[in-house]
Each structure stands twice: as C-alpha cells, then as structure tokens.
C-alpha cells in the first residue's frame, strides 16, 4: 500500500522544480486550499485549476515565464519549495 509522504514530494530547490518541469515532469499540488497542475501540452507549460476548483488555466512557453504566474501577488518562483506537492511524474 503507497503511504504520502509529504516531504519526499517537495521540492528541495528551484533547480530541482525547474529541471523537472523541462524534463516532462507533470505534478499536481496544493496553494492556499487550491489545487492545481502543471504539465506540458502544445508545446507550452500548462498551469491549471483541478477539479471542483474550476477549469481555467494558464499557458507559458518557458519554465521560467511559468515560475512568475502570481496566485494572488504570490509569486510560484518564491513559493516553489513550499507547496504541498500531492503527486509528481516524471
């Protein structure tokens, strides 16, 4: 049975969220009671609501424009190491 390991999730270090985003790596994480999901599609970084949360997303040609998406004057760069991260695929 898989046990959540909140800790073995997280991101240590921007570089660490950075390459993994570059590398493929899609993920779904929790900010301020929300969650959303980053993956790739289109040739763009896709940042999105989940479900029951809505459906808009965002759409950005490198990480590193996806890194300054604000959640409400929140940058994600600043807050990239503490997010609940509840999945990551790479």
């Known amino acids: 049975m898989f046990q959540y390991h909140e800790d073995a999730l997280r991101f ?3 570089d ?7 590398n493929g ?3 779904s994480f929790e900010w301020d ?9 289109e040739n763009s970084y ?4 989940l479900q029951p949360y809505g459906n808009e997303e965002w759409k950005y040609e490198t ?3 996806l890194l300054n998406h604000s959640f409400g004057g929140v940058i994600l760069h600043d807050i990239v190491k503490e997010i609940k991260v509840i999945d990551r695929i790479v």
């Open 63 to 65: 990480v590193e424009a």
């Open 46 to 49: 896709v940042l999105c609501l």
């Open 33 to 41: 009671g929300i969650d959303y999901g980053i993956f790739f599609c």
């Open 16 to 22: 660490e969220f950075k390459q993994s985003v570059k």
């Open 12 to 14: 240590k270090t921007l």
């Open 25 to 27: 790596g899609e993920l």
